[in-house]
């Protein structure tokens, strides 16, 4: 049975704020981690992933304003894409996180919305990660679920790191 | 260079181009994943020598091990920097 668990919530919050941070600097972009709670005004462009496993299951929205994925933005690229991609690339870092502790889970395919407003309204008391680009927010919410024996392994080193390339 | 949105276009893209230098295919991909697709490619007499760069965000040693096994030429964690993909691409490319 799957439960909320505040302390399960705020280790996949650090995993978060790590792989964001990470991510967007990757792009040379270099977010500011901080309380911001103004909602996103618009244009608000937001992509979703699930993970699933047998243990833990969660749901992971990245969304922006036009400026901080404008700055990490690839020449050519449409935003709403971009959004996508970024998300993609968000989970894939919470997902190596997981994986060298033992953890397993499968991702679903980004869903990408653009709106006017977003404002999260978190079920517990985990609330969304908050980033800005000088004025612009970033946010990233996680809502995660987890079975009563749900832990971590031992940490060990991935097999291919972020950035690297193995030629078989 | 073609692009496809999905791994079902992918393998239709492939398919009707059968002279292709490289594919770079992504994992996480809508209607068909990207280890599914490629062991599709490389089941076709068609399509199964053209050589396929895994560019994706996941490091699962299982997946890995199916791409390598399916006959993709390597697999790169993104995000790649472009002459890190340049140099691989010259290298697998026929």
New interface residues.
């Given amino acids: 049975m799957f439960l909320e668990r505040p302390e399960v919530s705020d280790l996949m919050k650090r995993f978060g704020t790590h792989a964001c941070l990470e ?1 967007f600097g ?2 040379g972009v270099k977010l500011l981690h901080g309380a911001d709670d103004r909602e996103l005004s618009g244009p608000v462009f937001s992509s979703v992933i699930g993970l699933v496993g047998d243990k833990l299951r969660a749901t992971c929205l990245l969304a922006a304003t036009e400026g901080p994925l404008r700055a990490s933005c690839p020449a050519g690229e449409q935003l709403r894409d971009w959004t996508g991609e970024l998300a ?2 968000l ?3 919470i ?2 996180q997981l ?1 060298a502790r033992s953890v ?1 889970v499968a ?1 679903s ?2 869903l990408t919305l653009t709106s006017v407003r977003l404002v999260p309204l978190p079920r517990s008391n985990v609330g969304p990660i908050q980033f800005t680009l000088e004025t612009e927010p970033v946010t990233v919410w996680l809502e995660v679920q987890a079975t009563s024996d749900f832990e971590l392994g031992p940490e060990c080193l ?11 | 260079m073609l692009e496809a949105a999905n791994g079902v276009d992918g393998l239709a893209c492939a398919g009707a181009n059968v002279d292709l230098s490289l594919i770079l295919l992504d994992l ?3 209607l068909l994943n990207g280890v599914d697709m490629l062991e599709q490619l490389k089941s076709d007499l068609r399509t199964r020598e053209i050589p396929v760069l895994m560019l ?6 299982s997946l ?1 091990d199916r791409a ?1 096994r399916a006959g ?10 472009p002459d ?1 993909l340049a140099s ?1 691409a010259v ?2 490319a026929r």
Avoid: D
């Fill in positions: 991510l990757a792009y993609n690339q989970v894939g870092r997902k190596m994986f397993n991702l395919t980004p991935p097999v291919v790191s972020i950035g690297e390339l193995r030629l078989f | 996480n991909m809508p994706t965000t996941e490091a699962e040693p890995i390598k993709a030429s390597g697999w790169i964690v993104k995000p790649v920097k890190m691989a290298r697998v």
